[in-house]
């Protein structure tokens, strides 16, 4: 794969502070990053001309200086794209929020009052944040909703719910962090089941699809798992990078190696590079269609299982792998 000249998208934590614990998110909860410090790091991107600048955190909403991040970073051209858990918002924020954000990224949990307060232990009220969600989707250009998908959090329930708000996307995240009792269950045959489930909401008219990386040949067929699972593409420092709430760029939310701190001394980083090849994974994976969009799956879920981010996903089934690459694929079209 050959990577961009530069990132295509920079995200930055503006804050470790959230009114959430989710047991997937690792974040520190560490204090409100300095203005100065983020304005150094959009003054870079806006000079490299990047593209797509990401306002994430724990929750920016609660950084003391959100909107004055929001309209900077609207000054320097970027396409804007906000996280958030959309909990609470107050009135000026969200009139700042309309004003200069491209795409709202909003987390959303759990599908009633229960739920979301089980899973993020949050204290605000699910109908605020409701309230916000279809203000946000009435007066956005874009509106994604993100969930994580455990067997206890079952995707149909959450249907109502998704065909209410209608998203642009609705993004559906394999979890990183969660305990290992957890993961045991959401193993390749609960991820296969997951592919046809998702399959069956995308005739319904809603793009849904795995957002995070996860090997395309769980899904058993190739074809299957391209249109269901994004890949890794888009992550692991191929195309993005992540300016760390700490204060130094890493290749995303959960590899926390430190890569530098400007820009452009982190997308050369020798570990990017690393990162980048994919001779590390299993043969078969070098032979296979879909290794572009693929790239072996998650490198933070590597890196769990086997202790480095250079190895096969823990879901990496070589049998698996051989029944999904032995169906028929669509060979690429030559331009």
């Not at 995070?212 to 195309?239: W, Y």
């Amino acid at each position: 794969m050959k990577r961009p000249s530069i990132p295509l998208e920079i995200i930055i934590e503006i804050t470790g502070r959230c009114r959430q614990v989710c047991p997937y998110c690792t974040g520190p909860r560490i204090p409100d990053v300095p203005f100065k410090d983020i304005k150094t790091v959009l003054d870079e991107a806006a000079e490299l001309k990047v593209k797509a600048i990401r306002i994430t955190g724990g929750e920016p909403t609660l950084h003391p200086d959100f909107r004055q991040i929001l309209a900077y970073a609207k000054s320097k051209k970027f396409s804007l794209i906000l996280n958030t858990s959309a909990d609470t918002i107050s009135p000026e924020a969200m009139k700042t929020i309309i004003a200069t954000v491209d795409v709202a990224h909003v987390s959303l949990q759990g599908y009633d009052e229960k739920t979301n307060a089980s899973y993020t232990r949050s204290k605000a009220a699910f109908l605020d944040k409701i309230k916000n969600i279809f203000l946000l989707k009435a007066y956005m250009q874009t509106l994604w909703i993100a969930t994580v998908i455990t067997p206890a959090k079952p995707v149909e329930l959450f249907l109502p719910m998704i065909k209410k708000i209608n998203p642009a996307a609705w993004l559906l995240q394999r979890p990183i962090s969660e305990t290992p009792e957890a993961l045991k269950k959401m193993d390749i045959a609960y991820f296969r089941a997951l592919a046809l489930r998702i399959l069956k909401i995308r005739r319904q008219k809603i793009n849904a699809f795995i957002s995070n990386p996860i090997p395309l040949c769980v899904a058993g067929n190739l074809q299957t798992g391209k249109e269901v699972f994004l890949g890794a593409q888009l992550d692991e420092g191929h195309l993005r990078i992540v300016h760390s709430a700490k204060g130094y760029f890493k290749p995303n939310y959960f590899l926390e190696t430190n890569l530098g701190h400007s820009i452009q001394e982190a997308w050369q980083h020798p570990f990017l590079n690393d990162l980048n090849r994919t001779d590390y994974l299993p043969p078969i994976c070098q032979r296979c269609p879909v290794l572009e969009i693929c790239r072996g799956g998650s490198r933070s879920m590597a890196l769990r299982a086997h202790g480095t981010a250079l190895a096969a996903d823990p879901l990496f089934n070589p049998t698996a792998a051989a029944q999904a690459l032995s169906k028929p694929y669509p060979k690429p079209s030559r331009p």
